[in-house]
């Protein structure tokens, strides 16, 4: 069996041009490039340290009672702009449900996956990576431009329309990445009659949803069938399996067991959290779990 090893807390910390300036009684305040956002977060239960409303800011996310919420913009800012992390690129837009379109704590799982997959090209190996729940597509502009082909998948056009985007402002060749609008558990049982097979696999899976015809997914109930059928479609000589996790909940141990199971004990699992460092007073701020595999 794959030991149980101390979870790990991975800080993403190598950011230029996104900045975790401050956070606290439910609320965090970041720079993305040039603009500066406050956004609610439900992890944030500490008070704000200087006790005084933040100022400076280009646009404030209010969350209504009713459920969603809207911006309110001190400044006037573009539809969308780029953000770099190292050489990657990636399109910023807040949406109505205050999302920006990428989760920065990630930036410690992108530079994983692409070390893992340069190792194995240097090999002489073909990497074929499977993203699901891709949403705009960061892992897989990271991952394809490490040298892999890549197919995305995401239930919703937008978001791999997104992820598009960020391939091309990454400079990347589109052809590096087959965007795959569909429901991914179906598109996983799919791919297991088709025969196809991945070399490595990622997947960021919702705590709840449902899908276009109304199929109603929940973590604690169907990702241990989901996991099954991915490691079905994954090659005789598999590189890795990523999970990530924003259930709150699941815990690092809880991914640590099933990954385990999922590969009867062979290669090495590691789980723990991911984090964002506080510009303001060196705490750091939780941002959901990992598990990954890797032979």
């Known amino acids: 069996m794959a030991p149980l090893t101390k979870s790990n807390l991975l800080i993403a910390d190598a950011w230029e041009d996104y900045q975790l300036l401050d956070a606290g009684d439910g609320m965090k305040c970041e720079r993305w490039g040039k603009h500066v956002l406050v956004r609610p977060d439900p992890q944030i239960l500490w008070p704000r340290q200087s006790g005084r409303p933040w100022s400076g800011w280009d646009a404030f996310y209010h969350r209504s009672e009713r ?26 837009r807040p949406t109505n449900f205050k999302h920006t379109g990428l989760f920065p704590e990630q930036a410690v799982n992108w530079d994983w996956c692409a070390t893992k997959i340069k190792a194995a090209r240097a090999e002489g190996r073909q990497v074929n990576v499977l993203n699901l729940f891709g949403y ?44 795959i609008v569909d429901d991914c558990v179906k598109f996983v049982r799919r791919e ?72 009867h004990g062979k290669g090495s699992v590691s789980t723990g959290e991911v984090g964002l460092p506080i510009q303001a007073d060196g705490k750091v701020l939780p941002c959901g779990i990992f598990g990954r595999w890797e032979a």
């Not at 919420?69 to 690129?89: C, F, I, Q, T």
């Not at 056009?157 to 091309?168: F, I, L, S, T, Y």
Request: charged residues 20%; contains cysteine; glycine residues 10%.
């Open 192 to 263: 297991i009659k088709r025969g196809k097979k991945y070399d490595a696999l990622i997947m960021d899976p919702p705590s709840y949803g449902r899908g276009a015809g109304g199929e109603l997914w929940k973590l604690e109930t169907h990702l241990w069938p989901l996991l099954k059928d991915c490691r079905a479609v994954m090659s005789d000589e598999p590189l890795f399996l990523l999970l990530n996790a924003y259930t709150t909940g699941l815990s690092p141990t809880v991914v640590h067991n099933l990954l385990t199971e999922l590969f």
């Open 136 to 179: 705009t597509g960061a892992a897989s502009v990271a991952a394809a431009a490490a040298g892999a082909q890549v197919c995305h998948v995401d239930a919703a056009k937008g978001m791999v329309d997104w992820c598009a985007e960020n391939v091309q402002l990454s400079g990347l060749d589109r052809s590096a990445v087959r965007y």
């Open 67 to 92: 459920g969603g919420g809207n911006w309110e913009y001190a400044n006037r800012l573009p539809d969308s702009w780029e953000v770099r992390y190292k050489h990657l690129r990636f399109k910023i």
